[in-house]
């Protein structure tokens, strides 16, 4: 069975402090993915990456980075966290393909 | 760029009734299109796909949507509602780049009794 899993489901962090989060698949994926979900904005893409090493600003980059040094993991970093990046956060991977399978989230309240 | 539109953030049917959530998209290419459903405090679940095959697709927990080129649309239904249908619907469409997907803004569907 697929299996996508994101380090924390609840996170509450300062304003400014440096945030990890992790995901990791367990299904050899090559392709890797950060959203963030807000009320009333669905799914905005914020980094993917395509293989180890390799990744690709999506549509929200800003504020964010990533690094994917293994197959199987891909982290999100908030580099100094602020108020307006409090939100849901979810990873997905896909296999050379389009369908995508997501972790279940974690939830970011940055104060 | 390819993006879809989901027509009507809430959607309240009865029990038993007919569920219609509604899909647009906007293509430059023929594109590949999905409905994810997400349940309170979850992560988001492929309930079907279209990917050039058959028109009509058939996902789990009896949905099916029909891709319909002369319209754009890719309309989501369900014969007869359940109370465990109510959940966060998300109609998405394949990106420019790598293996993306755009998603629309969702529709919440509650279920009456």
């Known amino acids: 069975d697929v299996k996508v899993t994101q380090s924390s489901r609840y996170l509450v962090k300062r304003t400014g402090e440096k945030v990890f989060l992790e995901c990791v698949q367990d299904?050899?994926?090559?392709?890797m993915f950060w959203y963030r979900q807000d009320p009333g904005l669905g799914l905005r893409l914020i980094y993917f990456?395509?293989?180890?090493?390799?990744?690709e600003k999506g549509d929200i980059p800003e504020g964010y980075s990533v690094s994917r040094e293994k197959k199987e993991r891909f982290s999100l970093i908030l580099e100094s966290a602020s108020t307006n990046q409090t939100s849901m956060y979810l990873c997905?991977?896909?296999?050379?393909?389009?369908?995508?399978?997501f972790g279940p989230g974690t939830r970011l309240t940055v104060t | 760029a390819q993006s879809v539109t989901q027509l009507g953030s809430h959607v309240s049917v009865s029990e038993g009734a007919l569920v219609l959530l509604r899909c647009n998209y906007s293509s430059s290419v023929p594109p590949y299109l999905f409905w994810y459903v997400q349940y309170p405090n979850q992560g988001l679940q492929l309930l079907l796909k279209y990917t050039s095959a058959a028109t009509l697709v058939k996902g789990i927990n009896g949905f099916e949507a029909e891709f319909k080129k002369s319209e754009t649309s890719f309309h989501l239904t369900k014969p007869s509602a359940h109370m465990s249908d109510a959940a966060e619907y998300f109609c998405a469409v394949s990106a420019d780049s790598g293996y993306a997907l755009n998603f629309g803004k969702g529709t919440s569907l509650l279920v009456t009794p």
């Open positions: 997905a991977s896909s296999p050379t393909a389009y369908e995508q399978y």
């Open positions: 990456s395509y293989d180890v090493k390799m990744k």
């Open positions: 299904m050899d994926h090559e392709n």
